[in-house]
Structures are given as structure tokens and as C-alpha cells.
């Protein structure tokens, strides 16, 4: 969990700037898709890690596919009424709601074996940070003043930054080993 919230919360704070820089004019709408979409990356992580420390050691892989036709089924069912009914948004919506019932499935499929709040409570320092990061974005978006390029550029360091110097500040125990990893490569480096 600890790159869903920062992908999600990044994906939000950077599409109004970096959209146009990618598709060019007449593509505005793509923006609000992006933040609704955006919301897939936590049903897809919750599935995904779910599938790698329960379904995949337990030996269930077989259970999996009953689950991927529920999940298709779903997607192509709402795909084909909401579509209809709204156009691109109805697309999106279809998708986080299939990909929302696996992580849902799975999360009750887990429940007596793991302890599936610990997943949903240890992300929360991830989750503060990411917040903050995605406000550290949108104040460079609508105050800096400067070419689309150095903008985005900017956004995406400084968030990068913030993220992870907001999970040195919460004591990461993952953050703060790979930062003292870093720390000592770039000290030998200088050594030499």
C-alpha cells in the first residue's frame, strides 16, 4: 500500500497539468476521467496483494478464475447499460465497480485466515502523506507561474519529495531503511 495512495492522490493532483501536455488541445474532459479513475489503483491493490499473500500461497488459483468470470460478467454488464446511459464515465464507473467486487470477494475470502484490517490500517501514514502530496500539487498547479514542461516536472518531484520525506516524519520502518540504504551509497560515493 505504501505507492497505491501516492499513485492515486499523484494521478489526481497532476492530470489537470499534464494532460494537455500529453494529448494537446480538445482533450479537457480526460482530466475529470483521470480523477475518477484514479480511484481503481486502491481495488486494485487491495486484489493484488490479497492474491499474492493469500490466494496464490494457499494454493486457490483455481478459485480465482470463477472470480475473474464474476468480475468480467459484472464489468460487461454495467459496461453495456452505463455506456449507454452516460458514455465514457459509465466505462469507468463499470470498471472500479468490477474491479471494487474482487477486492471485495477477496477481502471476505481472506477474512479467517489474515487479518484484513491490518491491510486498511497500516496504510494510513501512506494515506496522510499521499493527501499531502496531492496538496502540495495543486498549490503548484494554480500558483506557479512557468511553461507546461518545468510545471509538471515540478509537481511530480516536489511530490515525490513530500511523499516520502512525510513517511520519514511518520517513522516508516520501509522508508526509513532504503533512505539510510541511499544515504550510505551516496556517502561511499563521495568517499571515493
Keep these: 500500500m505504501i505507492l497505491c495512495w501516492p499513485i492515486m492522490f499523484g494521478i489526481m493532483g497532476i492530470a489537470k497539468d ?17 480523477n475518477i479513475f484514479a480511484l481503481v489503483v486502491p481495488c486494485l491493490t487491495v486484489s493484488g496483494l490479497l492474491q499474492a499473500i493469500y490466494i496464490f500461497p494457499y494454493g486457490l488459483q483455481k478459485i480465482m478464475d470463477y ?27 463499470s470498471s472500479i465497480c468490477a474491479e471494487l467486487l474482487l477486492a471485495v470477494i477477496l477481502l471476505w475470502k481472506a477474512r479467517t485466515e489474515i487479518e484484513v484490517r491490518y491491510i486498511f490500517t497500516s496504510s494510513a501514514k501512506y494515506f496522510i502523506s499521499a493527501a499531502f502530496m496531492y496538496m502540495y500539487i495543486r498549490l503548484v498547479s494554480n500558483y506557479l507561474v512557468c511553461g507546461e514542461i518545468p ?17 520519514l516524519l511518520f517513522r516508516d520502518d520501509f522508508v526509513t531503511q532504503q533512505a539510510k540504504k ?11
Design 151 to 167: 510545471k509538471v516536472m515540478i509537481e511530480f518531484g516536489g511530490a515525490v519529495f513530500v511523499y516520502f520525506l512525510l513517511c
Design 67 to 93: 472470480y475473474y468470470i464474476i468480475i468480467v460478467t459484472v464489468n460487461v454488464v454495467m459496461n453495456y447499460v452505463l455506456i449507454q446511459l452516460i458514455g465514457t464515465p459509465g466505462a469507468i464507473i
Design 18 to 34: 499534464f494532460v494537455p501536455l500529453f494529448f494537446g488541445e480538445g482533450f479537457e474532459a480526460v482530466v475529470g476521467y483521470s
Design 182 to 192: 541511499v544515504a550510505h551509497i551516496g556517502l561511499s560515493f563521495l568517499r571515493k
